[in-house]
């Protein structure tokens, strides 16, 4: 039995094909393959003896060749193919052991050179493992380190691999190479200036029980690169599976985690923020997140941006909650959460990243993608537009508002007060409805002067600040940008309001 071993990553080969050759196997390697073998002790046979060639073109040229890949292709079940390999003096090959070029990693290092990446372009690899894989019920492709473990076992057990086993590795191959291809493709696009193409890695992570509703099928997919702030990279310490609802859910919270340095909390409901708050500690931003809204928090989720404690999770343990997200928990709160089995408590890395991520959203027939809003402005005095200046405690309220109306689908309006949320108008077909809700709910939890009011997109007339002042709001932030910001500007003045403007929109639809 003979196997050919040629890889780039080079992590538990040794003991692998030490492995192979204690069982009576040739091996055949290449290049610094070969090197590192034979450094190790473990007797090889060249690829120049096998083909009875050198490598040439600096190791472009090695193993394109038929006496490597007839030794590959060939069927055993075919006499013929069979008798063609006598007559040319071709030896079976029966393990095929390759992975490729680093042409990701490449790529991936500050300025790389077109000369660079061109190099690590694989040729012969692509071509071995194709052939090894397409001829899967005669021999084992093998590409993941990984899968050594397995292969070894089962031919000490049984003197070759499974049927089963063939085919899994084959299918493994196939998504090597293709995986392979599309990111050599993707950059060369992008040097040839042809971006149109847009390629996606996603492995299954898991089937989901149903999508938004019952009757809909539906899976979650993660990237292949952890990334921070991601259910996908989560670890679920307890509780029932995640659903469609719950991912789509828990996704939103950690966006808005994300936009808050101090420490903070936000419980969420259908994507939306029903109750946040920043605090001197987390403990302190839980309360008064909790007391934003304690009717809509049942059956929501709450995330903070800090270690969670015993004393917020004691807080909790009386209330239905869905999920619960944190960076990390201590000991004495993971026992008293524990006593709440369905509850999902999740652990999600929180570092910040360089670059904003991109989001896709698929629309029938094709597929939107954008960068994720991970802007964030800080409200400062030099924003004012009115006559009525900012004191220190409304710009503190002016920046958290404004940092979480943006979160808020559009249009969206969020009514604050002491850095804690007090009303939420969410995703009405007009602002001036969106305030309204958000201004009585302010109200009804006995709120009634002192107010910030925040407002995702600009305010096209000047209703919505008369609307406001009726109800205790003394300062606005909001974008700009109106033809009729004067309206709106002259009203304030009217009112004694200050109003701000960010000059950024953050809609979310």
């Known amino acids: 039995m003979r196997a050919l071993v040629s890889v780039s990553d080079k992590t538990g080969l040794v003991p692998f094909v030490q492995g192979l050759q204690a069982l009576g196997w040739t091996i055949i390697a290449t290049g610094g393959t070969q090197k590192l073998l034979e450094e190790q002790g473990v007797r090889t046979v060249g690829i120049s003896e096998v083909t009875g060639f050198p490598e040439i073109l600096d190791g472009r040229v090695k193993t394109l060749h038929p006496k490597v890949h007839g030794g590959i292709l060939a069927r055993r079940d075919l006499p013929a193919h069979m008798a063609t390999l006598a007559e040319q003096g071709i030896g079976t090959i029966d393990l095929v052991c390759v992975n490729l070029y680093p042409f990701r ?84 696009r992008a040097q040839a200036g042809l971006n149109e193409k847009l390629f996606l890695e996603y492995d299954l992570k898991q089937g989901l029980r149903y999508g938004e509703n019952p009757h809909q099928s539906a899976k979650f997919y993660a990237a292949l690169k952890p990334a921070p702030y991601s259910l996908a990279f989560a670890r679920q310490i307890q509780g029932k599976e995640l659903s469609y609802n719950n991912i789509q859910d828990a996704n939103a919270a950690l966006n808005v985690l994300r936009d808050f340095d101090a420490p903070f909390c936000v419980a969420l409901k259908h994507m939306n923020p029903c109750g946040a708050a920043v605090g001197a500690t987390v403990e302190e931003a839980w309360q008064a997140a909790y007391e934003a809204d304690k009717v809509s928090i049942y059956g929501g989720i709450v995330g903070v941006n800090r270690e969670l404690t015993a004393e917020v999770a004691r807080g909790m343990k009386p209330i239905f909650l869905e999920i619960v997200i944190a960076p990390s928990y201590t000991p004495e709160a993971l026992e008293i959460l524990s006593a709440k089995k369905n509850l999902r408590v999740l652990e999600v890395p929180m570092e910040r990243e360089e670059q904003a991520p991109m989001q896709y959203v698929g629309v029938n027939g094709g597929l939107l993608a954008q960068q994720l809003d991970t802007a964030m402005e800080t409200v400062t005095p030099e924003m004012c537009v009115t006559k009525v200046r900012p004191t220190e405690a409304q710009l503190a309220d002016l920046d958290f508002g404004w940092r979480i109306v943006k979160h808020i689908k559009s249009n969206a309006i969020a009514v604050v007060r002491d850095k804690h949320t007090i009303g939420v108008g969410a995703g009405q077909t007009n602002r001036v409805g969106s305030a309204e809700i958000a201004l009585k709910q302010a109200q009804a939890a006995g709120f009634t002067e002192g107010l910030i009011l925040a407002s995702d997109g600009f305010l096209p007339f000047d209703d919505t600040v008369a609307l406001a002042a009726q109800y205790g709001v003394s300062a606005i932030v909001q974008p700009g940008g109106s033809i009729r910001d004067a309206d709106a500007i002259a009203k304030a003045d009217e009112l004694g309001i200050t109003m701000l403007f960010t000059g950024v929109r953050h809609f979310k639809h």
Do not use: F
Request: a negative charge; charged letters at 25%; proline letters at 2%.
């Open 105 to 188: 990693q490449t790529i991936a290092k500050e300025g790389v050179s077109m000369e660079d990446a061109i190099e690590n372009i694989d040729i012969g690899g692509p071509s071995m493992v194709r052939s090894a894989a397409k001829n899967w019920r005669d021999v084992t492709i093998v590409c993941d380190p990984a899968d050594y473990g397995q292969v070894l076992e089962e031919i000490r057990a049984n003197g070759k691999t499974s049927d089963e086993t063939r085919l899994k590795l084959s299918a493994k191959a196939y998504t090597h190479t293709a995986e392979y291809d599309m990111c050599i493709a993707g950059w060369m």
